[in-house]
């Protein structure tokens, strides 16, 4: 798997100030410590969810309660819900890529093999048992995802 190809796609699609100059990072990082996926994996899974919500309307606006109060945005697969509906006139192969994308919000429990996002942010996994094979598996389907970005 060529990663850097699969990163240089997603800066190509990334907010050119709030996303691309991490990516790079992301990328010299990987480059100099192939074993720093445990540690780039949780902003991985961040841009993820930010780059599934760049193609709703939850994107870059605050959503208010009828009293004022801020209301919680979507997370997770409520998100990509969110994302299939208001976008089901659309490419298809967005559409199937959201579903695949699905695996990586699942609810985890803690006897799982920790390659989602549930289980990097709830810890339920020690990093040290995630793979470079998971990790490049992320960034691969993000850069498929990519080219659909609402930045």
């Known amino acids: ?22 990516w790079q990072v992301v990328k ?3 480059e100099a410590f192939p074993n720093s996926y445990s ?7 961040s841009y993820l969810e ?13 959503i208010l309660n009828k009293d004022g109060t801020p209301q919680r945005r979507k997370v ?4 990509i819900e969110l994302a299939i509906e208001e976008n089901k006139h659309k490419s298809q192969e967005l559409l199937t890529l959201l579903e695949e994308l699905k695996l ?15 289980s990097v942010v709830h810890g339920y996994m020690h990093p040290k048992f995630w793979s ?13 995802l990519s080219k659909f970005a609402g930045f």
């Open 1 to 22: 798997m060529d990663i850097n190809k699969y990163i240089d796609e997603i800066i190509l699609h990334s907010h050119f100030w709030n996303w691309a100059p991490d």
């Open 28 to 30: 010299e990082v990987y």
């Open 39 to 45: 540690v780039l994996s949780p902003f991985a899974y």
């Open 50 to 62: 930010e780059l599934i919500r760049s193609i709703t309307s939850e994107y870059g606006i605050e």
């Open 76 to 79: 997770g697969t409520k998100l």
């Open 104 to 118: 990586y919000f699942l609810t985890s429990k803690i006897t799982d093999n920790g390659n989602n996002r549930n």
């Open 132 to 144: 470079d094979e998971s990790f490049e598996k992320l960034i691969y389907d993000i850069a498929r």
